[in-house]
Nanobody
Framework: QVELVESGGGSVQAGGSLRLSCIASVTNYCMAWFRQSPGKEREGVAYITSGGTTYYADAVKGRFTISQENAKNTLYLQMNNLKPEDTGTYYC?????????????????WGQGTQVTVSS
């Protein structure tokens, strides 16, 4: 049974910071964060390969940092300089280790999501 459990969401004002965490019961997967805002499709935010290579969507580049702590099987998303348009439900995801992508097509497992709300 694969489990991805997110935490760390909350409400902040624009310009603030939050750090999301995801405890994963899998290893050697490509790990990613996605988000979904009301009325919009789910979109990829960032991924990290098992070797530590990272990739970011243009909308968050320079503001968000994805990282992982292998000893704790934990994935993080540090979000700085948050904007109201970053509001949404954030999902931890695990995909094939050999093919990392921000496309949902490559995701095998999803967490339950954690809410992030940024007010102006």
């Amino acid at each position: 049974q694969v489990e991805l459990v997110e935490s760390g969401g909350g409400s902040v004002q624009a310009g603030g910071s939050l750090r999301l965490s995801c405890i994963a019961s899998v290893t050697n997967y490509c790990m990613a964060w996605f988000r979904q805002s009301p009325g919009k499709e789910r979109e990829g935010v960032a991924y990290i390969t098992s070797g530590g290579t990272t990739y970011y969507a243009d909308a968050v580049k320079g503001r968000f940092t994805i990282s992982q702590e292998n000893a704790k099987n934990t994935l993080y998303l540090q979000m700085n300089n948050l904007k109201p348009e970053d509001t949404g439900t954030y999902y931890c995801a695990a995909g094939s280790s050999g093919l990392c992508s921000l496309s949902q097509s490559y995701i095998h497992y999803w967490g339950q999501g954690t809410q992030v709300t940024v007010s102006s």
